[in-house]
């Protein structure tokens, strides 16, 4: 058997992260940090453009955004599957938008086609709490949809958005794989079975979203990774190895959750306070969300160091064919079944 080069097999593959709020909050600013992920051998990277804030606040980032895109050739804002591969070719990192919650839609359904005209091609339920929609994982009463939320689903299905029910409660994201048309995804969340805490999910919700033909991003958010702290590229794979095992290779991808809050992109001064303001407002539970300093897993740190996750991969004995799947695949025919070709 010819030995898997991990290097070359990173550089030519297609390589999506699935979520990374590392440049959120940041619409006042060109976007910085975008030269590690070019390093990293990112294809695409699913940049959260909006989530907590208003309409007007995401409206003002999406132009920030679009105007650094259309400035500089070397990106491409990705609307379909044939961006991602048009992105490749040419050499191109491909930007695309993605909420992690749905305050900018305020009140409007409206506004799903507004944002889908843009650019933003994927929207997240809630962020851990409830919201008019929808309950979040941290939410006891697990209320699940509500009234409008299941609309929401269907004017995300019309508008081919996909569905994206990470950081949503257990029911919440059951009753809309049940309700939407169209493929769902956790853009990121690891699972239950390898480190027991709320934010991560079970293996039910595992089995609803593959059978629904989407997939689960795996992330190294170190809290989420393993109990204890201090993780390593080889604690992400023991996520990967779970979904693969439980529902096959076509349902697991990488979705790192790089953020601005993370060392070495902010102190630990600016980390604690963070995590206090997050606290005190009820977006995260203390338990789970365990205190800073967020070092993330070793040998991923940061976006530059991606190729060792597909080293990892090769180390723990997956095919060319299957690695390939995990960084950008399985994602490139979820985008083609929901956004077109």
Known sequence: ????DAQSLHKDAIVIDACCPLWYEMAATPPTYLDLCKAGGYTVVATTIGGSQNCGQTM????VWNGFIRENRQYRLIRTAQDIRDA????????LYHFQGTEP???SLDLVDTYKALGVG????AYNTRNRF????EEEGNAGLSRLGRKLVKRMNDARVIVDVSHCGLRTSLEAVDASERTVIFSHANVKAVHDIPRNISDEQIK?????????????????VKPGGNPTVDDIVLHIDHIAQLVGIDHVHVAMDYFHYQTPFASDEVQIALHAEMVRTGKWDPIQYTKPPYVYPRGVETPDKLGNLTDAMVRRGYSEADIRKVLGLNLVRIYEDVWGS
């Open 60 to 63: 003002r980032a999406i132009g």
């Open 208 to 224: 609803a979203v593959a059978g629904n033909g989407g997939s689960i991003g795996v992330l190294s958010y170190p809290p989420f």
């Open 122 to 125: 994927v929207i997240q339920l």
């Open 134 to 137: 929808c309950d979040g994982s």
């Open 88 to 95: 490749k070719s040419q050499g191109q990192l491909g930007i």
């Open 105 to 107: 839609l305020e009140d």
């Open 1 to 4: 058997m010819t030995a898997i």
